[in-house]
Structures are given as C-alpha cells and as structure tokens.
C-alpha cells in the first residue's frame, strides 16, 4: 500500500510538471506582417528532392499567400502508427494527411475523437473551394454535420477492376469490357486453362468478392443492390453468397490459384495468368502495367458507388490544437484552387523535374524519379497538367465518372460506435476469421457462412445491427 | 505526539546518514526509474476515460469522462474468452518451462565439451535466431511450410506423401509456435545460465573431485542447487509476463490466417484484431492494463510462495 | 602457487570433466542444435545472395537459379547504411556504457543486505516490469516533457535500464560476492565507492558482460524509438532502416487501395534480406568479446592461470 501511494505521489509530480510545460507556451505570434510558418505531414516514402521542392514552394506561397511550409514526409509503413501517437498525445501541428483506410489516423474516428479541427464554417465561408469540388465528396466528408478536411478531388468510388492480361485477352479474342459477372467470366476461365495450362485467374488474400454495398460497421450496412435502406450484413446478402460459392467451385476446378489466402498483390509479378483484380482509379491502367510488368487492359467489376469511405480516400486536415487555423486554412484552399501549386507539390519544379510541353502538358526530366509522390496528398487532380501520354480530357474522363458513380444512401451518415464497441471489437475478430478464407474459396463456404453467421451473432451483431439501423434512421428523418 | 515524530525524524536522519553512500550509488537508477518509468505510468488512467481529446494530453485527460470498468468490457465480451485465456496461458506455461529447462542444459552441456573452439562457436550461432525479426522468421517459416514450394511439403512428395495445407490445419500450431519460440529465444536465457556457471565459487568443485565425485554427481549435487537463484528469478520474472505474448509469433507466424484463429488466438492478437481500426487508446489501455494486473497479482503470489521456503531467493 | 594448482588440476582432471563417450554425445546433439540455428540464417543470407527474378519465379531456394550481387549493391550504393550502421554504433556503445553503470550501481545496492531502502527500491524497480504507461506515456515524456525530438538521447536513455537486467545482476551479485568479503572490507576502512569498484566490479564481470550483452543487442534491434521520436529521417539506425523496408512492403501489399503511385520503388526481398545480413552480422563479430567472460566456467576453472 506504501508503495502505491508512493507511486502515486510520484506521478501527481509528473502530472504537475506536464501541466507546467504544457502552460508555459507563450501564445501565437500576432504580427500579421511576418509570414505564418505551418508544419504539413504527409504519407509516402519520403522523396530525395522534397527539401528542394519544399523551398520552391515556399519562394512561391510566401509573397503570395504570406505563409510558409515544412513538408514532413513519413514513410508508408509507419505514418500511421507515428500520426496516431501524434494526434492521442495532443501535439501541435498545422496539417497532415488522414483518410478512410489509416487505421490509427483514420479520418473518421479521429475526428469525432477531436484530433482535428472543424472547419465547417471556413469551407462554407470560401465558395470558391466549396465549387471547385464535387459536392459529393464534401457530403463523404461530413461528419455529424461537421467538416473536418479537404478531401482530394481524385476518383470517387473504391471500385475493384478486372486487370487482364493484355496478350491473352488479344489472343483469345476475349469481350472483356462485357464481362461483370462470374459467371460471364467462367468459359473463358476454362478455356485458357485448357489451351495455356495455367491457373488463369490470380486471387490473393485481400480479394473480397465485391458487391455494391457500403460497409459501415465491420461487415453491416446498406446493400445498393437490395433494400437501400435496411441494414444488413454484407455476408447474408445472396449475391455475396452465390459469389464465394462459385469461387470455391473455381478454386476447386483449378480455375484460381490454390494459394490465394497467402499471397499478396505483389505476388502476380512472375506468375502466369490470365485476369486478377484490384481497387483502382480508371486512369491507372499504366501504374498498374508497371507494378505488374504486364500490358493489361481493365473494366470495373462493379458499378461504381460513392461511400463515406471512398469519398475520404485522401484528405488533409487541419491538427486540432494548431496556433495558426487561418493560415493553415488558407494553405490549404490555395493548394485546392491554385493550379500553380497544385502542380508544384505534385510534380516538382518546372525545369527540374518536368519540362512544359504545351499549354497544360508535361514530359518528365531525368530528375523526375527523386520527386513522385501520389497526388491525393495534396489535392485537386483536376488543376493537374496533363503528363506525357496521358489523354487530354483525362480530367474531363475523371469528372464524368465521379459524377455518374451511384451514391449510396448513407453518404453524409457516420455511425457513432461508442454503444456498442465491444461487439464491435469481437466481430472484428470474427470477420478475421472467416474473411480471408471464405473470400479466396480456401473452405467450404455452406459450412464457414453458417459458422460465420453462428459466430457474429453471438459476438453480438444483432445489437450493432438494430443501433445502426435506428441511427441511421434518425439521420434520414432529419436529413430529408 | 511531537515528541514522537521528533524521534521518528531523527530515525529517518540517522539512517538515511548511515545509509548515505549507498543511496548515493543508487540514486541515478532511483531517477531514471521515475522519468522513464513511473512518469509516464498517468498514462494508465486513460483506460478509465472516455478519452476525447481537447488541448493537450493533460487538458483532454482531465475533461474526458470517466468510463468505469467501461473499456474493459470488450475483453470478456467475446464469446470466445475462454480460449484466448486459455491459448494465452497454455502457450505461457509450456514456454515458461521450456525456455528455463532447454537454456539450463545446453549451458551445461557447452560448458561441458572438450573442444572450446567450438564450444565458442556453438554459442554464438545458438545466438542468431534471435536476431531475426518475426517478419523475418514468418517469411523462413513460410519457406518451409508453403503448401506449393515448401520445402517440407518438397521432401514429403518426395516419400510420395500428398502435400500438407499448414495454414489451414490448426492441429500443427501449437507445436510450430513452440518450436519458433524455444528456437529463437534459447540463446538469450542460454547466456544467463553460462555467465552464472562461470561465477560459481570453484571451491566447492575442487572439493567434490578431491572426494571423487563424477561430472554427472558434482553437477546435480553443486551446479544445479547453486543455480536455483538464477532459476527462480526468471521463473518469477517470466510469470509477470503470464498474459503477455509475442504478437509477432501469434500474428505473423501463421501469415494471420483465419483458418488457425482456434490455436493463434491470444490476448494480444484478440486485443489487434478487435481494436486497430477503431484507434481508441482508452480500450487499448485497458487491454494492457488487464494483463499488468494479472501478471502482478501472479508475481505476487510466486514470490510470497518462494519467499516462505527461502527469502533471500525471493525477487522482492 | 600456480604451480601447485595446475598439479592438482591435472590430477583431478578425469573427474573435472565428463566421460570422453558422453562429450562426444554432447557435441554432436549441441552441433545439431547449433545447425537448426544457423540454417536459416544461411537461408535467408542465400537469398540475399539470389537474384530477385529468380526469387519471384522459383520461391525461396537453398540451390539458387541465379547468384547475384545486385542485391547488396544496391543496398551500399546508397551512402543511408554506412550513416545507419554509424548512427547504431555511437547510440549502442554509448547506451551500453550509460545503462551498465546505471544498472551494477542499482543492482548493488539491492544485493546489499545492511542497506535499509532495500526492500523499497526493489519493488520500485519490479513494478516498471510489470505496469508501463505505453506508447503514449512515453512519447509525451520524451517530447514534450524532455524534449528530447531529433535528439540522439531519445534513442539511448530511455532503454538503459531494465527491470529485468537488474534482477540477473543482483542475482550474480549475490551469487559470486561473499558478504564476508565486503564487511571485512568495511572493516578495514574501504568507503563504498571503493568497496564497488576495488571489489565488487571485478568479481562480477560473467555478470556485467551479460547485461552488457543484453544491453547491446537491445540498442541495436531498437527502432520503435526512432520511428516515434525522430522526424525526417534524421537519424535513421540499421534496424530502423530494415524495419522501414519491411512495414513498407507489408503495408503497400495489404493495402493496395492505396493507389500503386509508389510501389515501382519497394525494396525488393532480396535488398530486404541482404540488410538483415548486414545488420545482424556486427553483433555476431562482437559477440566474442563478450564471450570471454562467460567461456571457460567450470572444467578449466581448476586448471585457470
């Protein structure tokens, strides 16, 4: 007992000294003369030449917008982890990138926890920005009402495409723009097979038979393809069912790889095949033909469908105990409506990085490979130049399909979990469980669904289920 | 009464006089103990709150609500409870054991052979598993376990044997992650037990071999017993550890597959899987907290035990 | 003296060592062991020997289709792993010396028996063991209360001292340093500083050399502190680098939503496995000297100069 309350004595004292630290910052600096200086932390590996295009940016943002920036670039594989113990421990910083498939600094959880600041009231106050985006990634974006980033205008819905191989699609004469369903793509399947002896479709573990549907707790929500507006578990719905069936019935005919649970992305490279799939953007046919060193042609297996998640796949937020709001507001509308800037943090610095070709087209320079970063950290894809190869009416392309992408019901809608975050915590276990397995026709799926189900049920879905139906319920008479 | 608590601060000068020197050499530990381990031990109480941030760390601290036992309830809220603890204390006790019993003999045994030169070099390469990460090891294991190109699966078609699916078979885990276990710890414990062999007063063995004891007499009736403090202080050590497992053995190991969920299943896995996406450090505390609280209360008890047999052997 | 002992060394030779049958049982069970060790490390060293094509097509090999160095020079093209293994080196060597000094002074003054604060510093050092304040307790430490960001002292003081280390040394000590021998010490006038250094220190080296091993192979697999307290890559140590490329890869493969801009770049599996070799074979060179501290324990003990 002596000893707890010694331990205990020991820890008010380091209470005290963090409250002293704490409260002996001095307050911002008020001088409006004097340009603002904002920290901007954003994900990527971090690139040889971002100090060089950082001080041009600076050269170009100062006299113009009397602000100046860092640009802090942590590497994929820990920028979560390192921005979480940022945002729970309180630290200052003025911007960063935080999005829907972070975990720790994930966009909307760390929003309602109150990492970053509601900037409602400057978005609607600034016309110019709030009419440059697409509405419906501003309404992805809310939460409770209340915005708290800038998503990137890039492509709007997470839809997964079939990659196909462009050889073999050429060869076998194969209609692959019409093909959509499973079973549309068997006799092809099986023909390669035949003719190619090899395993014509490369699956791997993060495959999940996509239906249209926005998941919004675990596997529960809206099925875009059924009743819009009644919650329901992506896994009982009978369009998943009848896919992980046939896939067990592929797998099982030698049309998918048997290794399927265990192998990543990454892994097509050297294999032989015929299609795969991944989530991308309709312009990235080239990116994909250089990660998979193939020529591949692609279509959507899906319609395209604008969720919460997909609408937030790249935002910038502004840190919520920043000392400058305003400023690092005003950084960030420039980088959203300022072409100039946009293309600078994208491509780097003209002459070094990129020469112009034309009135908005770009040729790489050699220098280009010490500065490529993913343009979402940023911004606005459409103030882009167009790069060397790429068609001039991408931009046009893009907005087009952001704009005839369905959205689905519950975009604008966030669940607040806090009732019910055990089971959420045990469904999560559960879905792991049978996630990888089932999706990649490693198991039987008759017997692994009605465990599956046996098992969520009493992980406590039901109550997940009912809370999130009478939430979402709420929001919709308010919202009509 | 002020006479009392005059004589009680005269006492406390007086031995703190006496004990000056002393303290002196334990004062820089004394300060590094409380900066790096007591001061950020507030951190704890978070899993008492409904952490919501506002301000700094402190300031959101104090304006979070309290939650109770709230954000311990997700522990037990699994239907599935039972075997995470249970998981998570089997594998314990087996390693526990296993990673006192296997280190002893091979110290015994490389201090025991002729050849020094590769009683050396036996040491050191006992050592190096223990520098491969698990991802590495994952990637080792996954080599000779690969249902397609695995090197096992290669030797059993060999035999004409039909190749085993390891990661959907359970029943192989249990003795797979106790093998990668043992296998990449033995070096660790290993060198205590050498470093302790070496300190051994050498008296008590010229003695012995004056009385014509054997090797094999001399080590069960000398090492052994002058061992037991080393023996019990890891016991007592690795007993605070009883609810704590390497995430990377249990999740990276078995390439996190659902298929082996009922053996790789622990409380740190449950705690992962259950909680990265929702980023709450008031639950994820809580989970620690737990097993703090467990591996305290059995420390606890496991020195109270040794302590009546022989207190000098206790830990504290 | 010396003399005499090696005689009566010699002459009790054949009990101070097993049966000539059961060393050679033992060697061959230990070389097995030692084999199921390396092999491996031998594995993985092959690989980082392969050529990364070869890897891709045919899997992991003992017998590989194709050597290659490309792996290793691409891994030292780039000047980052000699700034690495620099930066490894002063945190390791300087940590190690800080936390042995910290650590045999505290782990003393508990072996102590006559020492009155005993009881109470032993449970103040067995409660870190078992209750941390996490990730988020220390970084707020070590940030905003030290402020220690950017420095290389976030990456050396909080990991010099252990519980656990501690307690095997104060177990030593009380194993080796008869009590006796201190109070006669005392006796005679030696003040503390001198009955630790004069006496004590020199009787435990077995002990000292294993938390100084401990110590430094914590140092050189620690990169969670530098993935939390250093911005900007600053100070980047080996493990660090390694620990990058792996959560790199990993993540970019899991996630492939992220949108495929970067991962032309991802080190390939054999850059990966060359840097564990590169990483993992200093410690293996400065193991023997620590290792002759503990070698030679019992049988040669009789017959030691």
């Known amino acids: ?480 | ?316 | 003296m010396k003399d005499e002992k090696k005689t009566l060394g010699e002459s009790l030779n054949r009990f101070g060592r097993v049966t000539p049958k059961s060393n050679r049982i033992l060697t061959i069970l230990l070389g097995i062991l030692s084999f199921l060790s390396v092999v491996p490390f031998i594995l993985v060293a092959i690989i980082s020997f392969s050529s990364s094509m070869s890897i891709k097509k045919y899997g992991y090999s003992f017998f590989p289709k194709q050597w290659s160095l490309e792996a290793y020079q691409t891994v030292f093209a780039d000047g980052q792993i000699f700034k690495s293994f620099g930066y490894s080196l002063v945190i390791t060597v300087i940590g190690t010396i800080i936390g042995v000094f910290l650590m045999s002074t505290y782990a003393y003054t508990l072996s102590r028996k006559t020492y009155a604060y005993r009881g109470f510093l032993n449970k103040f050092s067995v409660m870190p063991m078992l209750f941390s304040g996490g990730m988020i307790g220390s970084y707020i430490v070590v940030i905003n209360i030290l402020q220690l960001r950017n420095s290389i002292w976030s990456l050396i003081l909080p990991l010099c001292m252990s519980t656990f280390s501690i307690m095997v040394l104060r177990t030593f000590y009380q194993m080796s340093v008869p009590d006796a021998l201190i109070e006669s010490a005392y006796i005679d006038g030696a003040s503390e500083w001198q009955i630790y250094f004069k006496i004590i220190l020199p009787l435990s080296l077995p002990g000292l050399a294993t938390i100084a091993l401990f110590l430094t192979l914590g140092y050189w697999n620690d990169w969670l502190s530098a993935l939390l307290y250093i911005d900007d890559n600053k100070i980047v140590p080996l493990q660090y680098l390694l620990i990058k490329m792996q959560n790199n890869v990993e993540f970019l493969s899991t996630n492939t939503s992220v949108g495929v801009a970067q991962t032309g770049n991802l080190p390939t599996e054999t850059i990966r496995m060359a840097v564990v070799v590169v990483s993992t074979l200093p410690v293996l060179i400065a193991y023997p000297f620590f290792q002759k501290y503990f070698i030679g324990g019992l049988t040669v003990g009789a017959v030691k100069e």
């Open chain 2, 1 to 316: 009464m002020v006479n009392q608590k005059n004589k009680k601060k005269t006492n406390f000068r007086e031995t703190f006089k006496k004990n000056r020197p002393l303290f002196i050499l334990s004062l820089p530990g004394i300060i590094w103990f409380a900066i790096f381990s007591y001061l950020p031990m507030f951190a704890i109480l978070v899993a008492f709150k409904h952490f919501k941030l506002n301000g700094n760390f402190i300031h959101s601290f104090i304006t979070s609500d309290w939650a109770g036992f709230d954000n311990f309830k997700f522990l037990f809220s699994s239907g599935d409870a039972a075997l995470i603890i249970r998981n998570t204390l089997l594998y314990n006790i087996v390693f526990i054991i296993l990673n006192i019993v296997i280190p002893l003999i091979v110290a015994l045994a490389i201090n025991e052979i002729f050849n020094k030169q590769l009683s050396k070099l036996y040491q050191s390469v006992l050592f190096i598993p223990y520098f491969l990460s698990m991802v590495v090891v994952s990637y080792v294991v996954f080599a000779f376990l690969d249902p397609t190109s695995g090197f096992f699966n290669a030797v059993l078609s060999m035999f004409g044997h039909k190749p085993i699916q390891f990661y959907m078979e359970p029943k192989y885990w249990p003795f797979i992650l106790t093998t990668v276990q043992v296998w990449k710890n033995i070096g660790y414990n290993m060198i205590i037990f050498l470093a302790a062999i070496c300190g051994l007063d050498k008296s008590y063995y010229e003695a012995a071999m004056l009385d014509g004891a054997s090797k094999w007499q001399q080590t069960k009736s000398i090492t052994l017993p002058m061992l037991t403090p080393v023996l019990v202080m890891l016991l007592i050590m690795a007993v605070g550890g009883i609810f704590r497992t390497d995430f990377g053995l249990f999740y990276q190991v078995p390439k996190n597959s659902g298929a082996l969920i009922s053996v790789t299943q622990t409380i740190d896995t449950y705690i992962y899987r259950g909680l990265t996406s929702m980023g709450d450090i008031g639950l994820s505390s809580a989970g620690g907290l737990l097993q703090s609280v467990v591996g305290f209360v059995l420390v606890v008890i496991t020195n109270g035990i040794v302590k009546k047999y022989d207190r000098s052997q206790s830990l504290f």
């Open chain 1, 1 to 480: 007992m002596k000893l707890v309350k010694k331990a205990l004595g020991i820890v008010a004292i380091g209470m005290a000294a963090l409250a002293l630290t704490a409260c002996g910052k001095g307050s911002a600096n008020n001088d409006s003369s004097k340009p603002v200086h904002l920290t901007w932390y954003i994900d990527g590996t971090p690139q040889k030449d971002l100090k060089k295009v950082n001080k041009a940016v600076n050269k170009y943002i100062e006299p113009k917008y009397n602000v100046t920036v860092t640009l802090n670039q942590i590497d994929w594989g820990e920028y979560d982890q390192k921005m979480g113990t940022l945002a729970n421990s309180g630290q200052k910083y003025d911007l960063a990138f935080s999005c829907s498939w972070l975990q720790s600094y994930n966009y909307l959880n760390n929003a309602r926890k109150g990492s970053f600041l509601d900037i409602t009231k400057y978005v609607d106050d600034s016309s110019k920005l709030k009419g440059a985006i697409n509405k419906n990634f501003w309404k992805g974006a809310t939460i409770d009402g209340k915005l708290y980033g800038v998503p990137a205008q890039k492509e709007i819905s997470a839809t997964e495409f079939f990659v196909w191989n462009k050889a073999l699609v050429d060869k076998y004469n194969i209609p692959y723009k019409k093909i959509q369903t499973y079973a549309q793509l068997e006799p092809w399947l099986k023909e390669v097979k035949e003719k190619e002896g090899i395993t014509p479709w490369f699956v791997n573990e993060s495959y999940s038979n996509p239906t249209e549907f926005d998941q919004l707790a675990v596997t529960d929500g809206f099925d875009l393809e059924g009743n819009k507006n009644k919650v329901i578990d992506r896994y009982d719905t009978k369009k998943f069912q009848s896919k992980v069936k046939t896939m067990r019935d592929f797998v099982k005919k030698g049309y998918v790889n048997k290794d399927a649970s265990l192998v990543t992305a990454n892994d097509v490279v050297g294999r032989k095949w015929l299609v795969s799939s991944t989530q991308m953007s309709p312009l990235d046919t080239a990116t994909i033909k250089d990660t998979w060193k193939t020529d591949v042609v692609v279509s959507p297996m899906t319609d395209s469908v604008v969720t919460n998640s997909s609408a937030t796949g790249g935002t910038t937020v502004i840190g919520a105990n920043t000392d400058h709001p305003k400023e690092a507001f005003k950084l960030l509308k420039a980088v959203n409506t300022d072409p100039k800037l946009m293309n600078m943090l994208a491509y780097g610095i003209e002459g070094v990085h990129y020469k112009k070709t034309g009135k908005d087209t770009i040729k790489w320079m050699s220098a280009h490979e010490r500065y490529t970063v993913p343009f979402y950290m940023f911004g606005n894809y459409f103030n882009l130049y167009h790069q060397d190869g790429a068609s001039a009416d991408e931009w046009k392309i893009l907005k087009k399909y952001n704009e005839d992408a369905k959205a689905s019901p519950a975009l604008g809608f966030s669940f607040d979990t806090s009732k019910v975050t055990s089971q959420i915590a045990a469904m999560q276990n559960v879905d792991s469980e049978f996630k990888k397995t089932l999706n990649t026709g490693s198991v039987d799926p008759e017997t692994a669904l009605a465990n599956r189900d046996k098992k969520m049920k009493a992980a406590g879905s039901e109550k997940v289920i009912n809370e999130l139906q009478s939430q979402y319920n709420k929001w919709k008479k308010s919202n009509k």
